[in-house]
């Protein structure tokens, strides 16, 4: 008896240690997978056409808690580049969260021609999904042409979908791009009549309450009024005069000058899409981004959560009024005031210290080429018509058709391929005599071919920019460069697209949780935030990454 009780005591207290263990194992793994060290929130911020020099210029405008607070507590990598052609939009963000370029990510434009079905496509639009929030096609759109992973979706996958992901722009491919494939939701703006933020059956079958509540309060119609500078107009003494021949303005008012009765001026201007060209389209995205942190309880578990936030505002700014208004200016200074009311908010509801955030740009833009012409600079504009009227001469006399070219944009010649074998042509040969051809126009800098993209690496200069930006499957048979500062646009207002230092050179600011105080000189390349974000989180590399984790920034 005595030995068979002993026995028992024995085994239960050897299973009792084994169920202690196991216990044990299962808190340490899900403390791994939890903490250590990792921020409860990553918050991406891209700022949509800001150039570097945004945050030089305007510096003594800025407060203690926005910009400067980032460059105070944080990291500010001053020599910061995209490394690839073409600097738009579509392609930034996709490049800024997937670590990588176009010609691996396949966002090559924000629209191209898709040699495949011989159309024109929309970076983010898909047929195969539906508008969630609005009756109309605004939000049937999805990340499905976008061919590598985000560190956003990489988060999802390491946290067996825990850590949550929101992706929230006016522009919905600045919502889209950065959340990824396996985002919980991206937001953006629906303007015209209806003012509200909209998604679509990618991400969910409709709007969460919290959305619905949103769109239905008067959010956004209380930015419908009166925008004037946030400071005596005297003061701005970082731009140019107010009056003056390089802005656009709105339709409905003689000058582009201060202040603008936006009511009244949304009639003829798209209604609700007013508020995206002027400084309040910022505010309206601070406050939607406010709301989704409280009502997804971002940020509130050791679990990382990631909110990708866009300020598309300041694109539109820039196109309508170009880089030296006092409109950017003024809009840049407001931005500063949202992005520390945004700070502010983050600091109470997941605490100083315990999330982390980037922000950078998706390009940057070219000063106004009229306004650099009055000054001497070469720039100037791009005559389209008169370059396809030459080039379709050219090849009628020299193929006996113009039809062997399918199309031409984003600076990229199409060639029909079918034509070519018709003919009995090589194709590496049209390409050539093409290539010549478009380098003898005007404002045509340098030209080169898709052969010469596939078969030569270059690692330096505008060739290696294109061929990070060249993606074979999706890129055109040859490729345009135009010269410095002279664009295909209107006579004012700016635009963005080249390779150059004005379009590539943005800012990198990192601060927050695991990131180090300091500064460099040292060249960045915006792939390597992703990379970065992924080594600060310990997780994958997103999976077509070409940046380097930038070492220094994290503690
Ligand atoms: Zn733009």
Redo the contacts with the bound molecule.
Sequence with gaps: MKNIFSIIVVFLILSSCGAQNTTTEINKKTSDLESNGRPKLVVGIVV??MRYDYLTRFASQYGDGGFNRMIDEGFNCKNNHFNYVPTY?GPGHASVYTGTTPKNHGIIGNNWYDKEIKEMVYCASDADVNSVGTEDKAGKMSPHRLQTTTFADENRLFTQGQGKTIGIALKDRGAILPAGHTANAAYWFHGKDQGRWISSSHYMEELPKWVLDFNTSTQAESYLKEWNTYYDISTYIESGVDENTFEGGFKGKDKATFPYDLKALSKDNRGYDILKATPYGNSLTTDFALAAIKAENLGQDQITDILAVSYSAT?YVG?NFGVNSKEIEDTYIRLDKDLERLFQYLDTTVGKGEYTVFLTADHGAVDVPSYLHSLKVPAGYVDNKDRKAMFNAFLNATYGTDSIVENISNDQVFINRDKVKELGLKLSDVQETIAMEQLSYLNVAKVYTATTMSTTSFYEGIEALLQNGFNQKRSGDVLLVNDTSFISYGKTGS??GSGLNYDTHVPLLFFGKGIKHGETYDKTVIPDIAATMSALLGISFPNGATGQPLGFVID
Excluded: A, E, G, L
């Design positions: 949509d056409q939009t694109d196109h635009t963005h």
